[in-house]
T-cell receptor, first 114, second 117 residues
């Protein structure tokens, strides 16, 4: 069983602050994805990282995949109130018979106060 | 881009009745779809993997006779919550896998809010 430990579970910060969310696993993932979800809606893909050590940037968001492909982080610079939401990491395990089967972390509820 | 349509978005039903939720891939064929359940302020919990033309694979602890999954075509999977009870009230989300490489993302529906009264 592949498990993803995501932390912190809750994050409440002021606008303009920086933050980092972590995902860790004892398993190696073929790829790892980060999603953002608004209440009452499905998750929206932010990024997919595939290569160990990979770093991707999406405006103020920086995503990193660990060298061993067992961990990842999401860093947000100068958070804005619009960043508020549930952030989910999800690892794709390339095994068995189901491609696309994701293991989700517990999620991080981010609240950015004005 | 690829889109997954989930219907209905909200449903309220009485205890003991059955509810069907549809998940359609609109512009691609999805041999595999996934069904998740999500409680408030929590992550997605995988319920089952739906494979076109074969029986669904259920995760441990998920009652297959209660949550019936049918994947009759390459663009449609349905989840039927049978004899629903208030504890089945939840947010149900489907996703569809678009083949094309390990970095191909899953495409998620917008979820169905089920309330059982």
């Amino acid at each position: 069983t592949q498990l993803l430990e995501q932390s912190p579970q809750f994050l409440s910060i002021q606008e303009g602050e920086n933050l980092t969310v972590y995902c860790n696993s004892s398993s190696v993932f073929s790829s790892l994805q980060w999603y953002r979800q608004e209440p009452g809606e499905g998750p929206v893909l932010l990024v997919t990282v595939v290569t160990g050590g990979e770093v991707k940037k999406l405006k103020r968001l920086t995503f990193q995949f660990g060298d061993a492909r067992k961990d990842s982080s999401l860093h947000i610079t100068a958070a804005q109130t619009g960043d508020t939401g549930l952030y989910l990491c999800a690892g794709a395990y390339r095994g068995g018979t189901s491609y696309g089967k994701l293991t989700f972390g517990q999620g991080t509820i981010l609240t950015v106060h004005p | 881009g690829a889109v997954v349509s989930q219907h209905p978005s909200r449903v309220i039903c009485k205890s003991g009745t059955s509810v069907k939720i549809e998940c359609r891939s609109l512009d691609f064929q999805a041999t595999t779809m996934f069904w998740y359940r999500q409680f408030p302020k929590q992550s997605l919990m995988l319920m089952a993997t739906s494979n076109e033309g074969s029986k669904a694979t259920y995760e441990q602890g998920v009652e297959k006779d209660k949550f019936l999954i049918n994947h009759a075509s390459l663009t449609l999977s349905t989840l039927t919550v049978t004899s629903a009870h208030p504890e089945d009230s939840s947010f149900y989300i489907c996703s569809a896998y678009q083949p094309g490489g390990i970095s191909s993302p899953l495409h998620f529906g917008n979820g169905t809010r089920l309330t059982v009264t």
